[in-house]
Structure formats: C-alpha cells, structure tokens
C-alpha cells in the first residue's frame, strides 16, 4: 500500500518517532512511519520469560515534563502505569566496597559514611565558591572539583553519569550534557542556591527536576507505551522500512523519501521529513538538498557500547535486601559493572516467588571493551561484582544478555558544534526536521518531549505552506 498524498514522512519507530507520530495524527496531520527493523520501541525492549519481566535498554519513565503524563493518557495507558513502591526510592552507591543508602536529607547528608567531613565541609562552603566567568566550556569533571572538590567527582558523580551516559566525567560537557547545573551556577552563584530558589521557577513552569521527578513504568513493562503508540498509528507504520535516501523536490517543495521494505525499494512522497534514527544513521543518509548539507561530522558522536545483564536469584541466594531503585558503582571502588537495578523491588511481578531479578550494565566509556564479551563471560564477571557488593551466591536461576554495540551519544565538549550543525541543516533544508535522544537529550523523558516539540514544529511549518489545506 502506498503512503497517503502529503503524509509526513518519520524516520526512526523509537519513542521520539512514535511520540511525534502519534501527537501529529491528533493534530490532524497523516503520518508515514518508516522503521528499519521489525519492532517497534528502538532501545526500549521488555521481554516476559522464564516467569521474569526483563528490561533490557531504560528501565524507568522520569515524569519531567507534564507532556508525558498527557501523552500516557492520551494513548490509553494511565490504567496500565505502574507507579514504584515508596521503598523503591532508596538509591545506593558503593564506598568501601558496599552499597551505601544515599542520604535523602540535609541531615542524612552530614551523618552519612559516604563522604569525610571533609567533602560535608566542602559542600558547606559551595555558595561562596566564585562562578566561572571566562564563559569557558567545562567537563563535569573540572565543575564538581572547582565547585564541590574532588571526592565529590570520585565517589558521587563518576557513578551518576556512569548511570545517565555510561560516559567520561572528564569529557561531558556541562552546558550540553548537564545544562541545569550550568545555568544554576550562572543565575545563583551556586548549586545550593539554585536547587532552593530554583524550585519556584520549575513549580511556575510546570516542570519538575530530574532528581524529584516521578518514576514510572507499565504492568508489563515501558515496551507497553511503543507497541501502544504503533497501535493507535495503525497502517501509517511501515516494519523493516529502512530509509536509504532522501530528496528535496523543486519549488514548491516536499521531500521524495526512498525505502527498502522488505527487500523492496519504494518511493514516496512526502510534505516533510522527520528524522527521529540516530546521529551515526544520519552521517550516512544521503540527502539530496537544494544545497549540500554536512552530516558527515555526526559520524564523530561517540556511543560507546553496553552490555545489560539480566539476572535472576533465588532470594535465599542474595544476602543483601536489595530493596530500593539500585546501587552505582564510582570507578575508584574497582568493579566492572557501572551499576544495578534492583529490577523486582522497583515494581511487582517482575520476578516469580522467592526470587528476585537485577539488571546490570557492563562497558561504557568505562571499560567499552568489556561490553562485547560472550554472554557467559559477561554473566560471570557480573557475579563475581554481585558477590562481593550484595552477598549474592549460587548460579543465577535466569540470564538474558543484550549488547547495545551503540548504546548512547555522548554529549562531550564540543558537541554544540553538531547541535549548530543540526539547526543549520533544518534552516537550509527546509520541511526537514531532526529530532531525539541525539539532539534533545538523552534520556526517554527528554525523548518524549522532543517528539512532541517536533510535533508542534512541523504543524507549524505545514500551516505556513502555499498547499497547506
Ligand atoms: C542500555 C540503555 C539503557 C538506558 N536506560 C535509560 C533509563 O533508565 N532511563 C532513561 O530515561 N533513558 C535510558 N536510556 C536512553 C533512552 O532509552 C533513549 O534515549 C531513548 O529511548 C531514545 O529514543 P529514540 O527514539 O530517540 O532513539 P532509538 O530508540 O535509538 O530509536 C531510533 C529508531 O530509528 C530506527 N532507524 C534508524 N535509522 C533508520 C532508517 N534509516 N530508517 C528507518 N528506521 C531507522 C532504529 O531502528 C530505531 O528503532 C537508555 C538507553 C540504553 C541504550
């Protein structure tokens, strides 16, 4: 079946594509959804077996913004989410070789063993700590220290962004990786200052900070909200529809997208073009523009690999209650895994009776070459961190191992160049559009939002054409 005249054409059946899809059918605007491989969800993959529910890619929801609520209900589900028990909360990194609670207080910060007096000093002194005013580009890295000190780097924030990118502290770059910290600093003078006086603003904004923000995920796993959207799209997605070329028409415009469906090539069409794949595809495609346009730097976006190692135990074999979100291993405490999700805590059914379920990420920019090793090697070095962090013995009772060999971009120094690239691109092609977890963000949340943001976008665009309807 050929795609309806004028659809929009979206390339990519992740959650970006699938939100933007599904918010411009309810604007009214036909869709074309073209997604290379035989499922819908991109990263995103759950999968029930053995009596566990496994998530392979992200785990968790973050309610930042009151558009994904909205897109939940929109879609049908608001009876399927599952919001995580209250004891879910509970977050752990590891100092001396164990888990620590992390302090949810400013009094459980100052009694807590995870940092010295000297780190409790330290944050003490963070308000009177001078901004940076050269309007250089800093590293998380160089941030913390000048801001928080160096133990704060080692034992706190190497394990968070190792959780969030799987990335280099010392490469990502603060106002493209973490633009709110950077932006706290500027407008308060410091971070403290900042998350106090900040929260009023956010509140006014409808918005909620990435620390506060509710978690969620569906009964039968985050792949609900993917298969609900394709759903709802209905015959306006296209399975095993690899985009291999686009063209720009002449005057009065449009884009002629080429395919591969199943081993057949086809052409279409389109008013506009959505480009929700990833920043490496996108160094491929070959774009026939009006002018030439560069998209060979986006093959510099690193995204290293990762390994997610989805373990089952019997309860009686894991010493430690495991209760809580999970724990985040700094790289000073010397493990191979970044962290784990203490999956069958966070929310019910997820592990059969008496057992429990953890995932763990192996690789990153932390040690890459450990992430392509077979799957029993990797299961084996994961135990072996298991035992020693949470007591746990004995064989696992379930193993599922999922290689991401480009799992997420790097949001590094220097990476607004590609972001300027991308509003340049758009700008000299007009009717094509880029969006997701390449550009705005790389979480699901940010992911979300960007859908929907490309969504009103290209409305806007279409109703400022000459054949607009
Ligand atoms: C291991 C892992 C763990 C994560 N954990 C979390 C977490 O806990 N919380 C969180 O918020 N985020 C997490 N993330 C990040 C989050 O999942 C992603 O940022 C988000 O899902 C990206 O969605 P997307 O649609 O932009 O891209 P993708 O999910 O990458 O989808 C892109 C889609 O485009 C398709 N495509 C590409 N090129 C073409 C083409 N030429 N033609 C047709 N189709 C094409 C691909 O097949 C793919 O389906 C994690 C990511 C990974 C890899």
Redesign the pocket.
Known sequence: MSPPEHSVAI?????????AGFCLKRKGVPVTL????H??????ESIREEGYLA????????ETSPRIGQLVRDAGLAGRRLDPAPEAEARYVVRYRRPVAMPDSPLGFFTSPLFTAKAKLALLREPFVPRRRDGGEESIAEFVIRRLGREFLDHAIDALVA??Y?GDPYKLSVPQAFPKLGQLEARYGSLIKGQIFGARERKRRGEVAKDRAP?FSFDEG?QVLPDALRERLGESVRLN????RLAQRPAPGGWTVQ?LQDGREMLAEHRAVI????AY??AQ?PIQARVPLSLAPFAEIRYPP?A?VVLGFRREDVAHPCQGFGMLIPKIEGFKILGA?FSSSLFPNRAPAGHLMLTC?VGGERYPELASKPPPELVALVCEDLGVLLGVKGKPTYQHV?F?PR???QYNLGYGRYRQLMTDIERQAPGLFL????RD???????IV??CGVADRVEEYLRAQPDSD
């Open positions: 390339i990519g059946g992740g959650i970006t594509g699938l939100t073209y997604e290379a491989g499922r819908v969800g991109g990263v995103i998530e392979f890619g992200p785990n968790t929801i973050l959780g969030v799987a978690k985050l529809a690899g985009v291999s395919a480009y929700a794949g990833t595809g996108l495609m990762v997610s999700i990420y999922v991401y799992a997420i971009p969006a997701g977890h390449y963000g790389v979480s699901l949340s940010d992911s960007s859908g």
